[in-house]
């Protein structure tokens, strides 16, 4: 860490926004991969899962778990993304500590913008794409969460129509039982 943090004092002035870029554009890079990747597999299990409910037994409860577990998920790869901005703001000497580091980043990965940390004026230009891949991380899960959502829904109308035969079903043997009770007398 010290090396790098070494690396970009040498940097003269002039240049560093621009260091500020190029580096904030490859962690972006990185970061909007390993989104991706987290997306990937929570859409993978979630399908997986989605498919054992519509073979086993349809609950208002499993649907409803599945449809959180699926958030909660989609939140933790959002902390891990904060995780590694402000992973990478340490590395890189830009901040002070981790507690002021995940502060910067969460607010610009928000795009809140409170401000109360600053990177120095220099590497401010980190700040924005930090924002740009909350955005892009954001627009990707809300996509995301499109298609988990539809899912919930298609589930609650399977369980909905299954609730429906049972009660039709159910109806019918009540009334078959009423028409062998009159029969007999």
Do not use: C
């Amino acid at each position: 860490m010290t090396n790098l943090s070494s690396a970009l004092r040498a940097i003269p002035n002039e240049f560093k926004p621009m260091a500020a870029v190029i580096i904030g554009a490859f962690v972006l890079v990185g970061v909007v991969l390993f989104h991706g990747f987290g997306l990937h597999r929570i859409l993978l299990l979630h399908k997986r899962y989605e498919r054992r409910l519509r073979a086993g037994h349809l609950s208002l409860s499993a649907v409803t778990i599945l449809l959180g577990a699926a958030v909660f998920l989609m939140l933790v790869v959002h902390l891990a993304d904060i995780g590694i901005w402000a992973y990478a703001l340490l590395s890189l000497g830009l901040a002070p500590r981790a507690q002021s580091a995940i502060y910067f980043t969460a607010n610009a990965y928000t795009t809140l913008g409170y401000g109360n940390v600053d990177l120095g004026e220099h590497w401010r230009n980190i700040s924005p794409i930090i924002g740009m891949s909350g955005l892009f991380t954001f627009a990707w899960t809300t996509s995301a969460l499109v298609d988990v959502v539809g899912a919930h829904t298609r589930l609650l109308d399977q369980l909905e129509s299954e609730r429906e035969k049972d009660r039709t079903m159910r109806a019918a043997a009540r009334e078959a039982e009423r028409g062998a009770g009159s029969r007999d007398r």
